[in-house]
């Protein structure tokens, strides 16, 4: 299944134990805030660890993600009732608009091609207020992560609350100029198995800026590790920091296509 552990209820707590509070969720959290109070979208929330987190520090947060499934798990999270959850993607999003919004663990590198990617750049535009911040996560392709995808380098066992355990690992499928595909095994300790495929975009620094200047951002920072280090660190990071300008003119929304969001 494409995505599966955002979208099988039966790996959603494999991802859960795997991915705890990190200094990733620190780094978004901190950007946050920088300025008390302000309106939040978190787009591609997942299962809502940050989301949660980000109410809990006096934000008014809507977590946005397509998946059903990773939204039941976010709603059954201590404290959801704070968050606004909404089914969909940002096309879905009509009258709101926001002070931040947020792409966390490389949610832009899961769209794939220029036209999604733009599409979804303008659509943000459109949401945030002007001078409102867009801030978004890619790994820069210099580093090369996916060369580490390998059975014998990515294979791990995850413990889960109940006390079993997942064995999982990662293997590259296909690489095509920028795009990864790349597929995740698991086994339960029952014997039962899933697996789940996905591509990345690993677009170039110079692809970044071109892309979110287009849609008509200011870029204020690149990072290149989540102590805010320059471009270059290990982490093999692009952090990006962007606002929307205040001369630009969002698309008229009779262009705005997509179904409202379904929030609950």
């Known amino acids: 299944m494409e995505q599966a552990e955002f979208r099988d209820p039966r790996l959603i707590p494999v991802y859960d134990a795997e ?23 978190d787009l591609g929330c997942g299962t809502g660890r940050l989301t949660v987190a980000l109410a809990a520090a006096g934000h008014r947060v809507t977590g946005l993600d397509p998946a059903a499934a990773s939204l039941a798990a976010a709603r059954a999270k201590p404290n959801a009732e704070a968050v606004r959850w909404a089914e969909g993607t940002a096309a879905c999003v009509q009258d709101e608009r926001f002070d931040l919004v947020l792409m966390t663990r490389h949610v832009a590198q899961f769209l794939i091609s220029d036209d ?12 945030l207020v002007p001078g409102g ?58 014997g039962t198995t899933r697996t789940s495929t996905a591509d990345l975009r690993f677009r170039s620094l110079e692809q970044l800026r071109a892309s979110v200047t287009d849609a008509g951002f200011v870029i204020d920072d690149v990072y290149g590790g989540w102590e805010r280090q320059p471009v270059g660190a290990p982490d093999g ?14 698309p008229d929304p009779l262009l705005v296509t997509g179904e409202p969001a379904v929030i609950r």
Not at 19 to 41: C, H, K, M, N, Q
């Open 133 to 190: 911040r867009l801030v978004f996560d890619s790994r820069d392709p210099r580093a090369r992560a996916w060369e580490q995808w390998t059975p014998q380098e990515s294979r791990s066992v995850v413990v889960l609350p109940d006390g079993s355990t997942v064995e999982q690992f990662t293997e590259v499928t296909a690489t095509s100029g920028e795009v990864v595909s790349f597929a995740t095994h698991f086994r339960f300790d029952d």
């Open 19 to 41: 991915y705890g509070w990190s200094r990733i969720d620190e780094f978004f959290l901190s950007v946050a805030t920088e300025t008390p109070a302000v309106r939040v979208l």
């Open 237 to 250: 990071e692009f952090l990006v920091v962007a606002r929307r300008s205040t001369e630009h003119r969002p």
């Open 116 to 127: 999604d990617w733009s599409a979804t750049l303008r659509q943000l535009a459109r949401v």
